[in-house]
């Protein structure tokens, strides 16, 4: 400790972080239980006493065309269906519900583009848009059961294509913006897609991309698109094919400004997402539509205690995950919930622009990636410290581990201290957030998402024996039907039970994550459990290495990999990012492996590390572990395509090859 203080003896702020660090549970506040819709402990109970009564009472939430009797059909596992009998409309659930309540004139967006300029979305206005735009749909010839390709960035226009497929039961397949044209392609094909909506060209950073032009060069190797549908975006010149091309805005101006929300089946597949996954084929994963709205409702009112009328949502997710298909399209508006949408990058054209934004629209709930996070610990406290960020009053994480060194910062510095941090674990397939604190209710502990939420049972199982493991190590499995979850991998049923439900039987999920459960029943969500290496018959976290590593005063972030090693079978390799105050020379490497043989035990102990500018991310931020494994390993590089910047690899294989040399 004593290092960590200032001459003049004052705490400074990184002792600060370390005294967060000792705190083992953070309990809500007083004043954030004082306005919280659940406070009390007996959701848990009621929810597990009757499970499928719980989600039959959260669906009712939802408006019915026609009220459903069966709650769960459970004849084929693990082919679920749910609310079968019922007629629902998703689209309607999203806009029309709220107009005819009178809360047409409630913002639904502010959207933020990347240059400043605003738009305000109402209710009404998405009432209006999407209608108009189900109705262009349907005269290019898409109906119940068609596949519309979606691939814009974030602005207003995908939420409404989104909402108009919802409207007349289509199914959408949004790729997202960040992607190569030849992988929209890709999913073209695979998924049959009829229609493809697109944009002119889009913004990053200041640079316009010509994304209808690339996308041109590649679609014909999508046969089944017969129509590519233009929504003019950048302003930017782009050829058009005759009779297969159309500007939006010119062909909206032809059709019937009403289109009545159709009464569907709630088995209606409302979108599929290709999941970037470890293998070479993505999967197709397919959601349907009353479950799944069911899940993604329930989960936003309860896990970020949204009160519609009064909060101010941000998730910072693209659309282009599921992260943005249910938490800022469906459940937000399901909700009537006003959000913010932004069209930008994190430090475009400042690195305080997130924090600027939260002040200027008041937002008082705020979700985004632990990978963002350490970014901003990167960048400095001083940006958001620049900014009034009293409006917030709850905070949620997703998407990959949260260190504690992440969380405590992410609490202290954006939070205040005030707001909960809900670490949400979930997945694609899951559709909805399902190990998560409720943030009135459970008292949270740094690196833990917590228990499962109510009507959610999730259990640890021992890989070899298939015990279940009350505490300590194992395969995290959801051992019971959930509204929101996957229903297939688009025509690939059995892909879809050999990888989800083989290895403990058709009536349990296999998650594809380690996780650790405590005597409270918390579970800590380790990682793939390809992300595993086993040193000298250990099995030893990369989250958990990584996690030690950044506690490191010196460390932004880190990246952690196994390489084969005579003696112990697999070494830790750590990939490195420094703060920027000190050198990444041989004595912190040294310190280093201390620091983290001191933390965890000397077995995780980094047997090599190395220092690099950067880390090869995807383009959601993901940090790319496989090729860092691969170039440890001193294999052929697998696909660097899908990421953000390849020239990170190049720079690391010099860096890996000089170590190596030297050694
Ligand atoms: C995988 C799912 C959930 C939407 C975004 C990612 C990891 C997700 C957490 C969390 C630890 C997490 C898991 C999971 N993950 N949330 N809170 N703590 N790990 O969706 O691309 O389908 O990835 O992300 O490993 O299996 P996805």
């Not at 919802?166 to 044209?181: D, L, S, W």
Request: net charge negative.
């Amino acid at each position: 400790m004593a290092d960590t203080l200032d001459p003049d003896g004052s705490t400074t702020f990184e002792a600060e972080i370390d005294a967060l660090l000792e705190v083992e549970r953070f309990e809500p506040s007083e004043e954030f239980r004082r306005a919280a819709s659940t406070t009390d402990e007996s959701v848990y109970e009621e929810a597990e006493r009757d499970w499928q009564g719980y989600w039959a009472r959260r669906a009712r939430e939802l408006h019915w065309h026609e009220p459903f009797q069966t709650v769960l059909d459970d004849a084929n596992p693990p082919f679920y269906r749910w609310f079968t009998d019922g007629r629902i409309n998703v689209s309607y659930n999203c806009v029309d519900r709220h107009v005819e309540a009178g809360d047409g004139e409630r913002v639904a967006y502010h959207w933020v583009g990347e240059e400043g300029e605003s738009r305000t979305i109402t209710y009404a206005d998405l009432h209006r848009d999407v209608q108009r735009f189900a109705n262009v749909l349907k005269g290019l010839g898409v109906g119940t059961g068609d596949v519309v390709g979606i691939f814009l960035p974030m602005i207003p226009e995908v939420v409404v294509a989104m909402l108009a497929c919802a409207r007349i039961g289509a199914t959408h397949n949004v790729v997202f913006g960040g992607f190569a044209p030849s992988s929209v392609a890709e999913r073209m094909e695979v998924s049959d897609a009829k229609v493809l909506v697109t944009v002119d060209g889009a913004r990053r950073k200041g640079r316009t991309a010509p994304v209808k032009a690339a996308v041109d060069e590649v679609i014909d190797r999508a046969p089944s698109v017969q129509h590519v549908l233009v929504v003019r975006n950048a302003g930017v010149d782009c050829p058009m094919a005759q009779g297969r091309d159309l500007f939006y805005d010119e062909v909206a101006g032809t059709v019937e400004a009403e289109c009545p929300a159709e009464p569907l089946d709630p088995e209606t597949p409302l979108f599929i997402l290709y999941s970037s996954g470890s293998t070479a084929k993505p999967k197709g994963i397919l959601h349907t539509s009353g479950g799944y709205l069911t899940g993604v409702a329930a989960t936003t009112k309860d896990v970020f205690d949204l009160k519609p009328e009064t909060d101010v949502y941000w998730c910072t997710a693209d659309v282009g995950w599921v992260t943005g298909h249910s938490y800022i399209v469906y459940g937000p508006l399901a909700n009537g919930a006003t959000s913010v949408m932004f069209e930008g990058a994190p430090d475009y054209p400042h690195k305080g622009i997130w924090w600027e934004l939260v002040e200027r629209f008041g937002v008082t709930i705020f979700y985004t990636a632990p990978t963002a996070i350490r970014a901003c610990i990167k960048w400095g406290p001083e940006h958001p410290a620049k900014h009034d960020l009293s409006s917030l009053r709850l905070l949620g994480s997703v998407g990959e581990p949260i260190n504690p060194k992440a969380w405590v910062w992410y609490y202290k510095v954006i939070g205040g201290e005030r707001c909960p941090v809900v670490d949400t674990w979930w997945q694609t397939e899951t559709g909805a957030v399902m190990i998560s604190p409720l943030p009135g209710v459970t008292a949270a502990k740094p690196g833990s998402a917590t228990r499962p939420i109510p009507g959610i049972s999730a259990k640890l199982v021992d890989p070899d024996t298939g015990q279940e493991v009350l505490e300590g190590e194992g395969l995290l499995a959801i051992d019971r039907p959930w509204p929101s979850m996957l229903r297939t991998l688009y025509q690939d049923d059995e892909r879809y039970v050999s990888t989800y439900w083989s290895r403990f039987g058709p009536r349990t999920y296999v998650a594809g994550d380690g996780a650790r459960r405590d005597a409270d029943g918390y579970f800590t969500i380790i990682g793939r459990i390809d992300d595993v290496i086993n040193v000298s018959g250990h099995r030893l976290s990369t989250a958990e290495v990584e996690s030690a590593i950044v506690a490191h005063d010196e460390v932004a972030e880190a990246a952690v990999v196994p390489e084969p090693h005579d003696l112990t079978g697999q070494a830790i390799v750590a990939f490195v990012t420094l703060t920027g105050q000190r050198q990444g020379d041989d004595a912190l490497a040294v310190e280093l492996r201390e620091f983290v043989g001191a933390r965890i035990g000397k077995l995780a102990r980094p047997g090599r590390v190395v220092f690099t500018d950067d880390l090869p991310k995807t383009r959601s931020g993901k940090i790319m572990r496989r090729l860092l494994r691969d170039l440890a390993e001193g294999r052929e590089l697998g696909d660097v395509t899908t990421l953000r910047d390849p020239s990170v690899v190049d720079d690391l294989r010099a860096r890996v090859a000089a170590q190596k040399a030297s050694s």
